[in-house]
């Protein structure tokens, strides 16, 4: 039986996210880079780099890019935009990844974690983080804030995206945060049902898991404004870090 997030991240991710804009990519990749403070020409991997918006910022930015996803409706999409020549994009699952390493940084970004059951499969996933890095090589990884998701959760809500009706349930259960999502096209359409899950995870726990693959934490924000994190209010747990 296939994974929720082989079935999720096709092509109906490109409508129901179509609002992830480029530009936003832009910003967030211009506070990365004071964050990582390396030189243009660097090399960087964006690991589940989804339709390409921070790999491609990145490139521009002057950087060695490097972008692997397991989606490769998510790959076409990413290759076919303007400058994805820039870019070497790979298909590969996160925690068996098919390079040698070497990376001045890796970014994980939009949540691009917690997908798996087992709190020992994401563990593999942050020691490929580390293989991946050159000693002294800098890593990102942009994860939610569990407090504020479960403050903050919407159980319901809908919108319309041209001809798309898309409708989607969140719920906070059993340590996830679980969103299902009906995409209707049309009046007659046949509507399309998608899972999507990410396991809860504190600050605590990740910081013992990112040690637990021999990863150092350098600071932790909340936001791409460079705001300290802050458990309650926070929308985003951002860390920085390095491979001692």
């Not at 030189?39 to 972008?67: I, K, Q, W, Y």
């Not at 041209?162 to 007659?188: F, W």
């Amino acid at each position: 039986m296939a994974e929720w997030y082989e079935k999720s991240f096709g092509e109906d991710y490109l409508i129901v996210y179509r609002h992830r804009d480029f530009g936003g990519a832009r910003r967030e990749v211009e506070q990365m880079i004071n964050w990582l403070d390396l030189p243009a020409g660097s090399n960087v991997l964006d690991l589940c780099c989804g339709m390409g918006r921070h790999s491609l910022a990145l490139a521009e930015a002057g950087f060695n890019v490097t972008g692997v996803d397991l989606s490769e409706a998510l790959l076409r999409e990413a290759r076919s935009q303007e400058g994805a020549e820039q870019v070497t994009w790979i298909r590969s699952d996160m925690r068996e990844l098919p390079l040698e390493g070497g990376f001045d940084a890796v970014v994980n970004l939009f949540t691009s974690f917690g997908y798996f059951e087992e709190d020992g499969e994401q563990v593999k996933v942050l020691r490929e983080i580390y293989r991946m890095l050159k000693p002294g090589g800098r890593f990102i990884i942009d994860f939610l804030n569990p407090a504020y998701v479960i403050h903050h959760l919407v159980p319901h809500s809908t919108r319309e995206d041209g001809l798309n009706h898309i409708e989607e349930h969140r719920v906070i259960e059993d340590g996830y945060v679980k969103k299902d999502i009906i995409l209707t096209a049309g009046m007659d359409g046949e509507p399309r049902r998608y899972h999507e899950r990410v396991k809860l995870y504190s600050l605590e726990k990740f910081r013992e898991m990112l040690e637990q693959a021999g990863l150092r934490i350098q600071s932790v924000h909340g936001s791409y404004d460079e705001a300290d994190y802050d458990a309650e209010t926070s929308k985003r747990m951002i860390f920085r870090g390095v491979r001692p």
